[in-house]
């Protein structure tokens, strides 16, 4: 499964951004899928993830309640729809497909990456 992140740039505090994951794979709907950001001298953090059918998603506390994740399988493509940005969720962005987890050993593929940056 090849994965092709996009949809990150700067934007305001306040402001929006919807980041896209798009996969190769006929067999996309197979795989649950997760967000990861890496901010600059920090560790891989888990965003958001998502469970193969879409039925269930989980976020980590610091984006809950401003972060969507969600997935189109007739388009293989996963998306995070990010509202009322802060500072601190600039960083580089991942998704990733795999089992259902937390924790980047979960996930067996891996996108590129996109940028956020978010000015005060």
């Known amino acids: 499964v090849q994965l092709q992140a996009s949809g990150g740039g700067l934007v305001q505090a306040g402001g929006s951004l919807r980041l896209s994951c798009a996969a190769s794979?006929?067999?996309?709907?197979?795989?649950?899928m997760g967000w990861f950001r890496r901010a600059p001298g920090k560790e891989c953090e888990f965003v958001a993830a998502i469970s193969w059918s879409g039925g269930s998603t989980y976020y980590a506390d610091s984006v809950k309640g401003r972060f969507t994740i969600s997935k189109d399988n007739a388009k293989n493509t996963v998306y995070l729809q990010m509202n009322s940005l802060k500072p601190e969720d600039t960083a580089v962005y991942y998704c990733?497909?795999?089992?259902?987890?937390?924790?980047?050993?979960?996930?067996?593929?891996w996108g590129q990456g996109t940028e956020v940056t978010v000015s005060s």
């Open positions: 794979a006929r067999t996309f709907k197979n795989y649950s």
């Open positions: 990733a497909a795999g089992s259902l987890g937390s924790l980047p050993y979960d996930y067996n593929y």
